[in-house]
């Protein structure tokens, strides 16, 4: 009975392995059916927008959005956007802007951005102007004269601010001008005060910033002002619009017009002092070749009648570059302005291609810098070109500028520069016009973001008050 058994179990098992073997045979290439074509997988269905919030606004959405396209804005068309501010910090600012979009004013928040954008340290990334935040202004302007802020003139018909021309402001609405001035650098320049108060006279010195800063916590705006036993007094300052100040004549302080600098525009003069003259040009812009070359010969020709005086002074305050390709008539006629002693001032208003200036004075012509620190150091982040379309935020319309490139004196001299910068003039003999030091990534150190003059020399507010410049007194007294 066992053995029949064990028969049996063997034929079933045998039948088994030739079943599983038959099933497991390769198909009949001529009897199988032809393997379907490979086709590309199908893409993923994009993902739905989230939904929008319901609890914020049209204005909110508007904004937030406006603030991730300048985030995404600022990662991929900067150059280099975490030179200065790493990824960690911008995102941070950003998100805690947009967690506040419904707490600020549209003001507010365009000064927020303004922050953002400076925190890149970088003078060419910038928001350019931004047209609400100058639908009121002063009718009354202030600049900073060495590091204090002073009223500098007022609007025809508000004559009551005469007395306090040229005299200090120390707080607005009760917050001190320290607070103020930190408020300031924020959203101009933060590694470089010398830059930062010299945007802000140009830029920024509105009621909108100051409500920004905190002085909206008052209705109104005083300023609090040192007469002239230096006592604070407080002076109600109206607001006007953009259009009530146009083509109003200004009034300045008696003397102002005697300092040279102030006239913003190019010029040249024979200035005489109580130890000799000197020869004075101004450089307030590059602009072209043919106003810098009517320029330079018509300095040529002072120094030629003035032979005795020995002083070329170059004044290079305020001027923020402009086309490199102006600068053609200096190095064509550098011989003509040769003499024993050359002096180039400097302030927080000198960037860009005047900072190619510096390096061909002090080259060429053995230059004494003067002055304070300039807005850029010798190496700097800038725009490729002035054509580049700015990055234009969806709903607010702000343009913000990014740099695209970097220049430093080895980019001066390769071949993308030889359309502009002749090889004749000597220039690959030039000499760096400061040090720079690098840290363990090849990145310049924060503080390196101006140059530093030969001798500091600050505007003395009791000089100006007399119509003296403080920087060229000094050079006179040489």
């Known amino acids: 009975m066992k053995s029949k058994l064990s028969f049996i179990l063997s034929v079933l098992c045998a039948l088994l392995v030739l079943t599983a073997c038959q099933a497991g045979q390769a198909p009949d290439p001529e009897s199988a059916e032809p393997p379907a074509e490979a086709t590309e997988p199908e893409a993923p269905a994009p993902e739905p927008e989230a939904p929008a919030d319901p609890s914020l606004s049209q204005r909110e959405r508007d904004w937030i959005e406006d603030i991730e396209y300048l985030r995404k804005g600022l990662k991929e068309g900067h150059m280099d956007p975490f030179y200065i501010c790493s990824e960690e910090e911008l995102d941070f600012m950003m998100d805690r802007l947009i967690a506040r979009v419904g707490q600020l004013s549209d003001n507010d928040i365009a000064f927020e951005i303004l922050k953002v ?33 002073y009223l500098v003139n007022y609007s025809g018909g508000y004559e009551q601010f005469a007395p306090y021309l040229l005299h200090e402001i120390v707080s607005v609405n009760g917050i001190d001008i320290a607070y103020i001035n930190q408020k300031a650098a924020e959203i101009t320049s933060p590694y470089n005060s010398w830059r930062a108060r010299e945007d802000f006279n140009s830029q920024y010195f509105l ?132 003499t024993d002693h050359t002096y180039v001032l400097i302030d927080g208003g000198v960037a860009s291609a005047s900072m190619t200036l510096l390096g061909f004075f ?89 140059v530093l003059p030969d001798v500091y020399v600050h505007q003395d507010i009791e000089d100006i008050r007399q119509g003296k410049d403080s920087v060229l007194e000094w050079v006179l007294a040489q």
Request: aromatic letters at 14%; proline letters at 6%; hydrophobic letters at 35%.
């Open 117 to 149: 954008v400076a925190a890149m340290g970088d003078v060419h990334t910038f928001a350019a102007y931004y047209e609400p935040l100058y639908e009121r202004v002063f009718p009354v302007y202030a600049a900073y004269l060495g590091d204090k802020l």
């Open 207 to 338: 009621p909108a910033f100051y409500d920004w800063a905190g002085c909206d916590y008052k209705e109104g705006y005083t300023f609090q002002i040192l007469n002239d036993n230096q006592e604070v007094e407080s002076v109600e300052v109206p607001t006007v619009t953009a259009e009530e100040r146009k083509d109003v004549k200004r009034n300045y302080p008696e003397n102002w017009d005697q300092l040279l600098y102030r006239k913003g525009r190019d010029m040249e003069a024979y200035v005489e002092g109580e130890n000799g003259g000197l020869v004075y040009m101004r450089l307030a812009s590059l602009t072209s070749a043919g106003f810098l070359g009517r320029l330079v010969r018509d300095t040529a020709k002072l120094l030629e009648e003035h032979p005795e005086c020995g002083k070329l002074v170059v004044d290079l305050r305020g001027n923020e570059g402009g086309n490199l390709a102006a600068v053609y008539p200096l190095p064509e006629n550098v011989a003509s302005l040769r």
């Open 362 to 450: 002090k080259n060429e012509l053995d230059a004494v810098l003067v002055g304070e620190p300039t807005a850029q150091f010798s190496s700097f982040f800038h725009l490729s070109s002035s054509l580049n379309p700015p990055l234009v935020l969806p709903h607010s319309q702000m343009r913000i500028n990014l740099s695209d490139a970097w220049w430093n004196w080895d980019t001066f001299k390769q071949d993308d520069y030889q359309d502009v910068i002749d090889p004749a003039w000597g220039w690959d003999d030039w000499e760096p016009i400061t040090e720079e030091h690098y840290d363990e990534d090849g990145r310049l150190y924060e503080w390196e973001y101006g």
